[in-house]
């Protein structure tokens, strides 16, 4: 297929060098013509950079991968971009992980409308897609809007080593989009197709983000304090700084002892303050002091519940495990606990 690329950040990047692997002619094209030119050269034959119109004029399918109040300007120099399949990957994240304005994807089609909308690669972080655990099995990539364009969409989600799940048409992305209980989740096709039916039966708690990966996490959690401490500390410290932690997390686990609890626990105030001039470690005193207090609490848990997996058997829904946790842990606001809570999940099993 012969694919337009806009946008050459990390997304654009990432799921073209992919495509351009899986035997597609990517053309990309940004505002700064250096990038797009740099990722050509890289990839050498099928590969090219282009004007947004060029790129667009030669291409069947059209990725838009700029900030979501940015992808209406991002296009307007390709025209109308008739009949052209455009995915729109765009979330908005300016007034954080839940509630958040959002240009829906009818607006989109409503700006452009002899174009066919598709949203899709939105659902899942780029690290996800750049990596290879969500290729066996595969994780699920959602994807919605005009009916002709979707095959050919979930075509390209296939050749990205995703499986596609259909949500429907253009206004059931909003199923897919930030806040939603299926927004950034892993899911397998059977987790995805049971969660999906839930929600469109009108199951309001399995519309909930919080549902499903407390649900899994209740459910299948191996029964191990430190896997629990890890999430939850990986949760404390990404507050606000999801890459960098990132980039840090092997040295932010050596540096507390494997996310051992008894361990972690008995830090003393001398190896907190080494702590906090540690260079593999994010130097933020109150996120360390919360880590370590909340292995103390982890501690406590285990001493009231005998295990995790008790403690979260002990509640009747997410939301009573969601405030329990807010209450004890520090550090922890309803968006660390919904990380927590999909970060494990997916590292169960
Ligand atoms: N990061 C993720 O994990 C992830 C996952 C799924 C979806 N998304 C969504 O995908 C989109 C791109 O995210 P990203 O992580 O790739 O961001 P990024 O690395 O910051 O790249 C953004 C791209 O958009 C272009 N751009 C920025 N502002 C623009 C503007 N005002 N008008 C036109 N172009 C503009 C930039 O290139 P030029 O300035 O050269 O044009 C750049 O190529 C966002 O909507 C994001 O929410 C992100």
């Known amino acids: 297929m012969k694919i337009a690329v806009r946008g050459a950040g990390a997304v654009g990047s990432t799921i073209g060098r992919i495509w351009h692997a899986a035997g597609h002619d990517v053309t990309f094209a940004a505002r700064h013509a250096a990038r797009p030119r740099a990722l050509a050269a890289e990839l050498g034959e099928r590969a090219h950079a282009a004007s947004v119109a060029g790129a667009v004029a030669g291409a069947e399918v059209v990725l838009v991968a700029v900030p979501a109040l940015a992808v209406i300007d991002a296009l307007q120099a390709a025209g109308q971009l008739d009949g052209r399949i455009v995915i729109d990957a765009a979330n908005s994240l300016e007034r954080g992980a839940f509630g958040q304005q959002q240009l829906s994807l009818r607006s989109l089609a409503g700006a452009f409308p002899r174009a066919r909308w598709v949203r899709a690669f939105n659902s899942l972080n780029v690290n996800v897609m750049a990596g290879d655990n969500h290729r066996e099995p595969p994780w699920v990539l959602f994807l919605s809007g005009d009916q002709q364009a979707k095959p ?139 880590a370590v207090q909340n292995a103390r609490e982890v501690l406590a848990v285990l001493d009231s519940y005998g295990s995790i997996r008790a403690y979260f058997a002990s509640f009747p829904d997410a939301h009573a495990a969601s405030a329990d946790m807010r209450r004890r842990f520090k550090f922890l606001g309803d968006t660390g606990v919904w990380r927590l809570l999909t970060s494990a999940s997916r590292d169960i099993g």
């Open 152 to 290: 050919a969409a979930a075509r390209l989600i296939r050749d990205a080593g995703f499986d596609p799940v259909d949500l429907g048409g253009i206004d059931d992305s909003q199923l897919q989009d930030p806040g939603s209980a299926l927004w950034t989740y892993p899911l397998t096709r059977d987790e995805a197709t049971a969660l999906v039916a839930r929600i469109k039966s009108g199951d309001t708690a399995a519309a909930d983000p919080l549902t499903a990966p407390f649900e899994k996490f209740r459910d299948h959690a191996p029964d191990d304090p430190a896997f629990f401490l890890a999430h939850l500390s990986r949760a404390v410290f990404e507050a606000g700084i999801w890459r960098a932690v990132d980039a840090k997390w092997d040295g932010i686990r050596e540096a507390f002892h494997g996310f051992d609890p008894a361990q972690v626990a008995a830090m003393t105030p001398d190896q907190i303050a080494a702590t906090e001039n540690d260079p593999r470690v994010i130097r933020n005193k109150a996120k360390i002091r919360a």
